[in-house]
């Protein structure tokens, strides 16, 4: 690993260097790694607190026509049942970043729009019991037809979501910057991409959890949430709750298990269970559990993008043309869609590129809302851009490495502006690039590309530069406004940090700050920058990073995202100690009688540079605002504490012309790696990773490390395995972690990490963000060193095995005479279908005369309760319906249609319980078998939603098969009047069915 | 993720356990391990009446090896027969096997038992009871009874069981050094197999046994096949298996996994 550079803080610690820029060992540690960090479900709830738990949408889209929660009020230690409805009376919509008429609520109100939307809430005694009670409560949906795909929800005859979006389209924007139009005329080549970037997640371990209480005397609610900021939803909270947001006392815990962006998502049930306590009138507890989370808490937005490149000859690339559909789900929710527009300065990357043209549609599907994840809109923005740097280099016979540096800013042009707005603050990419190629060995990384392809193995090298923005402009998501719409709404730009530093009466420093860190370790760094201007030692300095609005400094921009701490928070915090040591200077300068400039903080002492001898303990210093401030030199003020605020300038709004500098910071990462793709299970194996970061001054050169390393094991999920998978009908697929997968430490190699530093003039101590870079490199990286392994054009993530072996495999072997050929299964198309044949001892007119009988249906359907006639071919029944120890509980509703007695008939129904819902269509045919007994054939087409098939997909087909054997065998069974088994039987029923699908699915 | 309320019975001897299924009938579960069942009940996807713990039965905690059968108890958990220290020389396929199920931390506490009851059809113990003919000995309280691996399983996590039937062990031949081979494919190691196979030398060929794929773990027995006749029998038996698509492979995917590995397998065991 290359040496860590580390910029010297201005004042000096006791061995003469300064404590930034050490690995020290982290504050947090020795609680975390034995079991006694503090997080939300650790903390005692008030007295009284009751348990909500959240009835959910098995539906992607559709009405709710009744709610009946009756049952569900009456069961034992249940306090209320809340509805949509209610909660409206409760609460007002949240805001929508975009001008339209469209309403957001934390529930569902009349409509559902995604799987796992909140429907009703229950809240109980504990919650075991608050789950028994939504079990109890029967939903009636009236399902619409669902859109999933972006650029299908643009399609004319796409279902609208919300009326308040025409087309399905919240938001329209082109941008033009430089001439595009006239660069793409002029240029010799033009390249083209398109992308479908996935959906996925960064899935923290500590799910979402929020305790609130209403206080009815002062209309005031104090909720604790693991919620991470930005503090600007504060705002639509207290809008939400209907309070002012003096009366919104917001808190985090001490420790959060992590967050990756994830827990801003949390504020809609901040505002859900704040509701709820004023309901009840008592304070709600509400953790999400993990099948909640990964099926309704938020997610990185997936994303079409085609981009375009007017390119030079030599492989300059001229212009840049984007079109950017980018999919934030069935509702718009704050902050959305700020993924789209946090990378519109960066639109050009790490490239010098003047001349660009953006179109960027914002559209809702029937999937869950978006939010923050780390990366950011990066990930997405890189997929397009870097993927489109290799396909240029491969149009034009060069080195992608080459195109790269062709493109590359120019090292002296810094702070350089792009043609979108940003302002890079620092850097030497080209250098950058050198000491990565050279320190990762690049060269025999490519003599073991050709040495593997020599033997006939498929091995590949891919590249990526990109710019790592940070700490984010509050403005930039008014770029989506229209310059007209900015001006009436009000300038919104900089990004406030707060950091207060106190000392207490005997000299011990501590620090507060609004930065609400999920484990990153800020309160270590915090104590070694601190420390560093006292000439103290870090365990010296007690860091308090829990917030609580109602005491705290802190502003909207407070919170933990956009990789600000190090940049501004840890910044922020240097200069409000700065500002007490200025004091202290003084202080101490009329007690030692020298100038306050021949003052020196070191070793626990205030000194005099000139004559170290002539010394005072910090301590003394320190404590004399407290003890004695009539002995405080005139006009120095109080040294006690010293809260300050800072922003910075550069991050003024969108101008007129919509350049928006849209971060503060802008890291270099350079990224390289060779992977290997195995021949028979096309599984990917990352052979050699190699990223180099330039983040400016390092703080802690560990934590710098750490944050590389996690951020690229979620990178290297989201390139591999991570993906929040939907059918064609909005149904959930990946539910559990079984099925979203995630990298573990086994399938996570060692990236080589390499860096430069140069440092940020923009902020305090020179540091820039580092913790999203790998998010936004890793991915596409990986991608181009498997488009290289296997020579593609296109690469959709994750690269699922199964999926690089269709684009690569020839055609299939042909299956042996008399077995009938595989139908090509349609991508998506998930129905259950299978046809099958049983016999029965009795005539077909008796077996007709059976199948229209509620009470033979009632003794032969699966687990039935009861059967109801609606009609003489109209039944409604309550089915318990399982396989194995799976069981759940239906009511199901079945027609007769097409009668041909005693021939045939169609039925078709569906049903629908707590575990989800099915709808199916199946034929029976009858015919006489020759020796008074009937053959029976019946073919059936179903569908399955809703929790079982979130978390059960890949059983679904096989236990449809067992259920629908076990209503053959019971017909059989009650039409032979204890039929022989040799008539039937369900296991021979189920060899002939898996003879019969044999290929044929 | 609250359990719906159930009725806990640490059951202090055998009869017990037949006692609560023989009264509860389908409405209880046993508990051995509870891997599978445990994330069920905190899914409510299965909410039995009784759970019937049968962990404290020392009885049902053996590994017995008698005249060329190994038998595992019903409370033998996956671990613990991984750490036997005949495992290898009675029944190397398990051996190579056993690794592949779940985690070292879920075999700690899964059972062997446990995993044919549940009678997943990606899981690995069924499909080595399949593969080696083995036996499940059934208990309850009017009668005893053993089945055939390939009377067992019938589809789905659908066994023979009945409801009032403990598996109170299984045996498996012991292989007397017969060749065997193992090889899975999942996304992850751990995850649930997309293909598993097993070729097992028979006295006159091979069987050769897929799971992952069908309902259930299937097998075949072939003579000693090599060249087309082998690439034949593979892929008549890849398409017979019926795979399907889902997230993680297509039915296409698993068809040629079962061709390629097949064919390595048993070249391997033939060898």
Known sequence: MAQVAARPASSVDMEGRPWVGRSIERVEDAALLTGRGRFIDDLGSPPGTLHAAILRSPHAHADIVSIDAEAARRAPGVAAVLTGEQVKALTSSLVVGVKAPVECWPIATERVRYVGEPVAVAVASDRARAEDAIELIHVEYRPHAAVVDPLAALAADAPVLHDGFPGNLASDRSFSYGDPAQAFADAPHRFSIDIHYPRNSCTPIETYGVIASHDAAEDAFDILANFQGPFSIHTVISRALKVPGNRLRLRTPPDSGGSFGVKQGVFPYIVLIGAASRAVGRPVKWIEDRLEHLTASVSATNRSTTLSAAVAADGKILALDWDQVEDCGAHLRAPEPATLYRMHGNLTGAYDIRHVKVRNRVVVTNKTPTGLNRGFGGPQVYFALERLVQRIAIGLSRDPLDVIKRNLVPADAFPYRTATGALLDSGNYQEAIAKAVDHGKLAELRERREEARAQGRLYGIGFTAVVEPSVSNMGYITTVLTVAERRKAGPKNGAQATATVALDPVGGVTVHVASVPQGQGHRTVLSQVVADVFGLKPQDVRVNTEIDTAKDAWSIASGNYASRFAAAVAGTAKLAAERIAARLARIAASQLNVEPVDIVFASGFVASKHNPENRIAFSRVAALSHWSPGSLPDDTGQAIRETLFWTPPELTAPDDEDRINSSLCHGFIFDFCGVEIDRTTFETRIDRYVTMHDCGTILHPGMVNGQIRGGFAQALGAALYEEYAYAEDGSFLTGTFADYLLPTTAEVPEPQIIHLATPSPFTPLGAKGVGEGNSMSTPVCIANAVADALGLADVTLPLVPARLADLVRGPEPEPPAGQLKAAPARAGDRRLRGDGSASVNRAPEHVWTMLLDPGTLQAVIPGCQRVDRVSDTHFRAEVTLGIGPVTGRYRADVQLFDLDPPHAVTLRGSAEGALGFGNAEGRIMLEPDGKGGTRLRYGYDAAIGGKIASIGGRLLDGAARVIIGQFFAALAREAGGGASASAFSLPALLGWLARLFGGRR | ?271
């Open chain 2, 1 to 271: 993720m609250k359990p719906a309320a159930f009725d806990y019975l640490r059951a202090e001897s055998v009869d017990e356990v037949l006692e609560g299924l023989s009264n509860e009938g389908g409405n209880a579960r046993v508990l051995a391990g509870g891997q599978s069942l445990m994330a069920m009940l905190n899914m409510r996807l299965a909410k039995p009446k009784l759970l019937i713990d049968i962990m404290r039965l020392k009885e049902l905690n053996r590994i017995e090896e008698q005249a060329g059968v190994v038998t595992i108890g019903a409370s033998v958990r996956q671990a613990a027969l991984l750490a036997w220290p005949e495992l290898a020389r009675t029944l190397p396929l398990l051996a190579l096997a056993l690794p592949w199920v779940g985690h070292v931390q879920t075999r700690s506490r899964g059972t062997i038992c446990g995993s044919l009851a549940h009678a997943d059809p990606s899981a690995e113990m069924p499909l080595a009871l399949i593969a080696l003919g083995g036996q499940v000995h059934l208990r309850s309280a009017r009668r005893r009874r053993r089945l055939a691996a390939s009377e067992f399983f019938l589809g789905m996590m659908a066994t023979a069981r009945a409801e009032d039937e403990l598996i109170e062990a299984v045996s498996f031949p012991a292989q007397g050094g017969s060749r065997c081979a193992f090889r899975e494919v999942a996304r992850r190691h751990g995850d649930f197999a997309i293909v598993a196979c097993v070729a097992v030398a028979t006295p006159n060929g091979v069987r050769f046994a897929v799971g992952g794929v069908a309902d259930i773990p299937m097998a075949r027995d072939w003579p000693r096949l090599d060249g087309s006749a082998l690439d034949d029998a593979l892929n008549g038996f890849a398409y017979e298996l019926g795979a399907r698509n889902d997230v993680h492979a297509t039915a296409r995917y698993r068809r040629d996994l079962v061709r390629i590995i097949g064919r390595d397998l048993v070249r391997e065991v033939l060898q």
